[in-house]
């Protein structure tokens, strides 16, 4: 492959670099932007910004509002997001996991009522798959949906709900027969958030935030039109969904790639006791060439994977192995942070002593990345049965 840009990419580099400057709320390049209370409305806003200028999701096709990026396109793209640290996307699970499921496996209708929403953020979407004891092994879910006239009403609980209590719909999986083997008998639904049956309970993190939540389905309610693919054949479509989840998780390699060059600017600003600066270390010289051969590692890897991708138009089983690198990447990037900072490492919030205690915090967040999409432990399975071809895991 050829890494170099052509002038068309750097025209777009060039197009969307304009774009962030003269869009990007006013503070947020010189680091002055102070967050508002109401988080989720300044998110849904910038989504919506993003949409009005053609960037919401430029991978996507163009009869679904995107602009069939290619490759190289994608590439400038996520440089640019992380070179000015943009504003996450609310709806990620909506453009990233949902709205790519819809238009591989989605009907007409549902493509024509969801996709248009996803993209404006008018609708941000959740994943229901996690139950209390349902996570590595989803197959074991218990939420059931049950048939009665029209309807489906649907009982359970699901947990770890990224979301949750901002989304407008839910791509859930629950079960509709339980006389089958346990990878059979469980159907995906679109499901409406706002009902009286969808309660929603937050979970506070240990860094202090709330992004996750248990939602209670107590007679919540969903028709055969929220169905995605055949009922008691939800198995399919929520690997499908799972594939794009993994793939999305995967470009954080860019982010990563930024985290790296922060590291190493803060590497050589700190000072040892002696007074010696802390790069001049041949330990920590040591850690870094391991660090930066691994996030350069990762991201070739990752660039190899999205081309095979694109070829075959749908992500395929090697997504397993990104978010597994960048994932335990992240961690062990953060980890050296916070042991370079010595003592000061563990202070946090406003008694970090360097970056607003952006180390801390994301060292805190890097744990469930290595859970959130599939434990680490998972994707080694998938990698070794699907990828390596070795037998199958004895425990499933
Ligand atoms: C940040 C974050 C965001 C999340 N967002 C969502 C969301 O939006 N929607 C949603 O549905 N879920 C979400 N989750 C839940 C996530 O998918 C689950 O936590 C994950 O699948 C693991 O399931 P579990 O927590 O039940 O752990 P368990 O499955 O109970 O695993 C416990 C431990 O056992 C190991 N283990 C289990 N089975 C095996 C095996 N066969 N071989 C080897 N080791 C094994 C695991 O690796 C893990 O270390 C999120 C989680 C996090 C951390």
């Known amino acids: 492959m050829d890494f170099s840009f052509s002038k068309k990419e750097e025209a777009f580099r060039k ?8 869009n990007l709320p006013a503070g947020w390049l010189d680091g002055t932007f102070k967050m508002p209370d109401d988080e989720a409305g300044f998110l849904r806003d910038w989504q919506r910004k993003l949409y009005e200028g053609g960037y919401a999701a430029i991978a996507w096709p163009k009869e679904y ?34 709205g790519p499921t819809l238009m591989q496996i989605g009907t007409e209708e549902q493509k024509e009522t969801y996709i248009p929403k996803i ?21 074991a879910l218990q939420t059931s949906a049950v048939k009665e006239g029209e309807k489906w009403v649907i009982n359970g609980q699901k947990v770890w709900t990224s979301f949750g209590h901002v989304a407008d719909r839910c791509f859930l999986l629950a079960r509709t027969n339980r006389y089958e083997k346990k990878h059979k008998g469980i159907t995906a639904f679109l499901l409406d958030m706002h009902q009286e049956g969808v309660e929603t309970r937050p979970i506070i993190q240990m860094d202090g935030k709330h992004d996750f939540n248990e939602v209670y389905l107590n007679n919540a309610v969903a ?12 198995w399919r479509v929520s690997i499908a969904l799972l594939m794009h989840e993994r793939t999305g998780i995967g470009a954080q390699v860019f982010t990563l790639e930024q985290q790296f060059n922060d590291l190493v600017a803060v590497t050589k600003e700190l000072e040892a006791d002696d ?47 990104d978010k597994l690198i960048v994932s335990e990447l992240t961690k062990d990037l953060f980890s050296q942070a916070i042991s370079l900072q010595g003592h000061q490492g563990v202070l946090w919030k406003e008694d970090a002593v360097i970056g607003n205690s952006y180390w801390q915090d994301n060292y805190l967040y890097s744990f469930g990345q290595t859970i959130g999409g599939g434990t680490s432990e998972i994707q080694k399975n998938t990698i070794a049965e699907r990828i390596l071809g070795l037998p199958k895991d004895m425990g499933r």
Not at 74 to 82: A, D, N, S, T
């Open 119 to 139: 993209l404006t953020g008018e609708e941000v979407w959740c994943q229901g798959y996690s139950e209390p004891n349902a996570g590595s092994d989803l197959a």
């Open 65 to 98: 509002g995107g602009r069939n990026a290619t490759l190289m396109e994608e590439i400038v793209y996520h440089q640019e997001m992380v070179r000015v640290k943009a504003p996450p996307l609310i709806n990620y699970v909506g453009i990233h996991m949902v």
């Open 275 to 321: 007074g010696e600066p802390l790069m001049n270390d041949p330990f920590v010289q040591r850690t870094m060439v391991d660090l930066y051969a691994r996030s350069r590692g990762s991201l070739l890897n990752y660039y190899r994977n999205l081309t095979k991708q694109l070829k075959q138009g749908h992500p395929g089983v090697e997504g397993s192995m």
């Open 223 to 234: 028709y055969d039109a929220d169905i995605v693919g055949e009922v008691d054949e939800g």
């Open 15 to 22: 197009e969307l670099r304009a774009w962030l400057e003269a």
